[in-house]
């Protein structure tokens, strides 16, 4: 099984996706999501133009030697961008192995491990009235676990909070449209939004939030604190984790549970807040952290810390991601939510998928591989276009953390 032939695959079915196809000798195809919100043109010339000319003639079964070949090979290693072309070749070959062995990508790394993938939804409004509406909605379509956020009193726009509320999408120009942001008025709300859950809906179902990387160590310790009588589920990246020693400080105020790392793309951006039990949800995914064989080894390394799997799931992964990534968490044994943002019909088409939800959890399916597939005749009816996300200012023009 030699790979022949691998294409680059852009597309904007309502969103940018970029995708790795590869191709072998006896006819086989694999898929990897090779997508970087903001950034996707760089990984798709990082894999045409210095990964492909590698893969062309090489055993398509020699899964970890490629990726080391890939990772050590470069020189250069780590970042957003190499990792995330790593991760489309790397999530390809796993599809392609399941697809040879004509068995879906979970029975090879080790079989079911549970009945299906939990996942949160996001609920969210403008203000309080609407968000906790939004709740009530996301319960009634079956979902066990809820994220939720909203407009804050004083604040135009804020993360989380999207005009179409099933569907969000915060790379919405070009060039980057510009948020305000108060820490104060912030701090303010939240312990008055989440009473508001709890009083309307009471402990069961689990609650969810994310503060998007905006708040200081000590700040997002006082923020922990004030949310615990509301039984968090999870506190999600309270604070920018290129430090991660600043999360002790988070750690001795707040027994609310710490979810973080979206943005990582190798086990040595959690090294230190997973070996010293700082954290209690990783959500590194498998496209922007090294693809299926490298985020198993970070989620092998978490499970001797007590940390469990949270992985990022936003309508910026493709159902690809997607489709790998319920593969894995079906799989291993500390599994804990998933996050689940739907996709468009236009996505859902250019993406024809294997997975499914029902009762609050997505099932991968059982078609051979990770299940997903694409549609190139109208993948191409969809043609790239630029889109960046957002900046941050604070109210008096200071440069904040979006
Ligand atoms: O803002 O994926 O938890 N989910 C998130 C996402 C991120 C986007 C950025 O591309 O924080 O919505
Ligand atoms: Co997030």
């Known amino acids: ?3 022949a032939k691998a294409d680059v695959i852009v597309t904007c079915p309502g969103r940018n996706f970029v995708t790795l196809k590869l191709t072998t000798d006896d006819g086989l195809t694999g898929l990897g999501d090779a997508t970087l919100n903001g950034r996707e043109l760089a990984v798709a010339s990082y894999l045409g133009d210095h990964v ?6 090489r055993d398509a079964h020699r899964i970890d030697d490629t990726w080391h070949t890939l990772y050590r090979g470069a020189y250069w290693r780590r970042g957003p961008v190499t990792m995330t072309a790593i991760a489309a070749v790397d999530t390809a070959l796993w599809d392609l192995k399941a697809k040879a062995a004509g068995l879906p990508l979970y029975q090879l790394l080790g079989g079911r491990s549970r009945d299906g993938v939990t996942v949160y939804g996001h609920a969210n409004g403008a203000d309080m009235a609407e968000t906790l509406d939004e709740v009530q909605r996301f319960r009634d379509m079956g979902y066990k676990a809820i994220r939720v956020q909203s407009g804050i009193p004083g604040l135009a726009s804020t993360y989380g909070v999207s005009k179409d509320k099933l569907f969000y999408e915060p790379a919405d120009a070009a060039v980057p449209t510009e948020n305000l942001w108060s820490t104060e008025a912030y701090l303010d709300f939240m312990p008055k939004l989440l009473d508001a ?3 309307r ?9 994310d503060v998007h990387h905006r708040l ?5 310790a006082r923020l922990g604190k004030s949310l615990e009588p509301y039984r968090l589920f999870w506190l999600e990246d309270p604070v920018p984790a290129e430090n991660q020693e600043a999360f002790r400080i988070l750690r001795q105020h707040t027994v609310t549970p710490i979810a973080i790392g979206e943005v990582f793309n190798t086990i040595w951006d959690a090294k230190t807040l997973i070996g010293e039990h700082l954290i209690d949800y990783i959500r590194a995914t498998v496209v922007h952290a090294g693809g299926i064989s490298h985020l198993r080894r970070i989620l092998d390394f978490a499970a001797l810390h007590h940390v469990r799997s949270g992985c990022h ?7 690809v991601c997607l489709g790998a990534s319920l593969h894995l968490n079906l799989a291993i044994p500390n599994f804990g939510v998933h996050e689940y943002m739907r996709h468009t019909a236009e996505t859902d088409a250019v993406f024809p998928h294997a997975y499914s939800f029902r009762d609050g959890m997505l099932h991968p399916g059982e078609a051979p591989g990770h299940g997903v597939t694409l549609d190139e005749t109208a993948a191409a009816r969809f043609p790239y276009k630029p889109a960046s996300l957002p900046i941050n200012r604070l109210t008096d023009g200071t440069l904040w953390h979006w």
Do not use: N, Q, W
Not at 52 to 57: A, K, R
Not at 313 to 319: R, V
């Open 52 to 57: 492909v000319p590698c893969l062309i003639g």
């Open 201 to 209: 809906f009471g402990y069961d179902g689990h609650i969810l939030h």
């Open 1 to 3: 099984m030699k790979i």
């Open 197 to 199: 859950v709890r009083v």
């Open 216 to 220: 200081t160590p000590i700040e997002a």
């Open 313 to 319: 799931g936003a309508t910026d992964l493709s159902p």
